[in-house]
């Protein structure tokens, strides 16, 4: 019998958040908040980015985002840069401190999460394997109804 969606939904969801409270625990020692790590990442991923941009991926308004990249920039771990091909636009850009703060905070939570993956039962990771997959299809889906809504 399939399960029902939404239940399965509301289990993967509390599943999904407890998860990453876990490894966001590996994120203290950045000593950096959530919203700026988050932030950071997007650039460092996605970036250089205006402010704009910026705020439109990590859904703030802009005033928001300038107190978090103004923090991020007295860190040390962005700059802002004037858009080469349009002087009115200033980009915000990763520095090398910024990806390497991030890159490091990346490898602790995997390593914390592969040591817990490492105590499963061969038949717990197979499952686990499975599952991901499953979950990259799900995120995958999910993208594209997204993106069809904009």
Partial sequence: MSPNPE????????????????????????????????????????GPLTLGQLAAAEQVKPPTMTRIVTGLEDDGLVERRTDASDGRLTQIHATARGRRILFAGRARRVEALASAVQALDRQSRAELVAGVRVLERLNSAMRQTTEGKE
Avoid: K, M, W, Y
Wanted: aromatic fraction near 2%; charge should be positive.
């Fill in 7 to 46: 239940a399965l939904a509301d289990q993967l969801h509390s599943a999904a958040i407890g998860l990453l409270r876990r490894l966001r625990r590996e994120d203290d020692a950045i000593g950096i908040t959530s919203p700026r790590l988050s932030a950071l990442s997007v650039v460092v991923f996605g």
